[in-house]
């Protein structure tokens, strides 16, 4: 039996694989950081074998409450992604499971690589209605692509939507593919008339470094992207300041920010609400776009969500913050479960790209409800 992770996203380091009845396991951490908890990685030799992999470091990773109730993901053909036996005690996970073939993929939600990435940016410049902005280079010198579409016209909404600013949150890039795809579906009424109103400038990667490392949460260096809005560097991250200097220069009526959620087994948004420049206005649109989607998408659900900020007391590092206070608009992170939905469950794929990709079409009826009034 082998185990390796040195591919695309990748993430994990083998401690004991003797025999599959008893490997251990650890996650690596996030360069240069505390950071860890995604981990992704490929089991050949084990074909009929019952199996048993430990994960010994999980106490310590990021979030210790996103491994209870936690079912771990996986794949023969990197295509369908399945929920497989995980348990969670004396802080070890243990994932149970019988491979059918001879090679399995094991991952903390279904991967989604910087080469899919690149396919689907290769896929969108396609139809006419697209450009390509390459905002400027990662520090391990990657390409940070926008893409912008619609035609700008002076009377049009510039609406801003970015997916993984944290790597390890791959359910946004899977949002994003359903949101792009009906986006430019010229079939979709409701599309053609958004894009009558609106241009979309899309970052469908804003941590390619983090992603291809296999990180959870940072980049490169070490850097949690979604705590340096207020003061982006290109030492420490080239991504924040080349986005907040794009924004500047074109400007922005609304900022959707796509992560997903350790712990919480639901899909909801936060908003901005302990921004100074919090006021009514904002309110009701943020409302308005969550009822939206609630009503198009059962999946989505406004019962559970963050604590809301106390007034005045806003992180204002943090993107959605930041946006508010900073251009006195609309800004909303949508959040997207590691774990099954607890209102909606699916057993047999928990929440899986399939759900995200539907969610993020979906996304097409919430902006609709409130582009009039940005």
């Not at 079912?71 to 053909?77: K, M």
């Not at 399945?82 to 149970?96: A, L, Q």
Request: net charge negative; hydrophobic share 35%; glycine share 6%.
């Amino acid at each position: 039996m082998q185990i390796n992770s040195q591919f695309d996203g990748g993430n994990i380091r083998c401690i004991k694989c003797d025999h599959p009845s008893d490997v251990h396991l650890e996650i690596k951490q996030d360069n240069n950081s505390d950071f860890y908890q995604w981990f992704y990685f490929r089991v050949t030799g084990a074909k009929g074998i019952a199996s048993r992999f430990k994960i010994l470091n999980a106490k310590g990773a990021a979030y210790e409450d996103g491994w209870n109730g936690y079912q771990a993901v996986a794949s023969y053909d990197r295509e369908f992604w399945f929920r497989v036996p995980t348990e969670y005690k004396d802080g070890v996970i243990t994932i149970n499971h019988t491979p059918e073939y001879g090679a399995i993929y094991y991952a903390y939600f279904a991967p989604y690589s910087v080469e899919r990435c690149a396919d689907f940016v290769s896929w969108a410049l396609e139809d006419s209605r697209v450009a390509l902005n390459v905002l400027g280079q990662t520090l391990d010198g990657q390409d940070i692509d926008q893409l912008i579409i619609g035609e700008p016209a002076e009377h049009k909404k510039n609406i801003w939507v970015h997916a993984r600013q944290h790597p390890g949150e791959t359910m946004a890039s899977w949002w994003m593919e359903g949101f792009v795809h009906r986006l430019l579906n010229d079939n979709d009424a409701l599309a053609r008339k958004l894009l009558d109103k609106a241009v979309f400038y899309i970052v469908p990667n804003m941590n390619p470094d983090g992603s291809m490392r296999g990180h959870l949460r940072t980049n490169a260096v070490g850097a949690n992207l979604n705590r340096e809005w207020l003061t982006p560097s290109m030492e420490k991250s080239p991504e924040v300041f080349l986005a907040r200097q794009a924004m500047q220069k074109v400007g922005i009526d609304f900022c959707l920010d796509v992560h997903g959620d350790e712990a919480l087994p639901y899909n909801f948004i936060a908003g901005a609400y302990g921004s100074p420049s919090w006021n009514q206005k904002l309110e009701n649109i943020h409302e308005r776009f969550g009822n939206a989607l609630m009503r198009v998408n059962p999946d989505f659900q406004t019962q559970y969500g963050y604590e809301k900020d106390e007034p005045g007391k806003a992180d204002l590092s943090i993107c959605t913050n930041y946006i508010v206070e900073t251009f006195k608009c609309p800004s909303i992170t949508l959040e997207m479960p590691f774990k099954d939905t607890a209102d909606t469950p699916q057993p047999i794929q928990g929440w899986s790209p399939e759900r995200c990709i539907k969610l993020g079409a979906s996304a097409i009826d919430a902006f609709d409800e409130v582009i009039d009034d940005l």
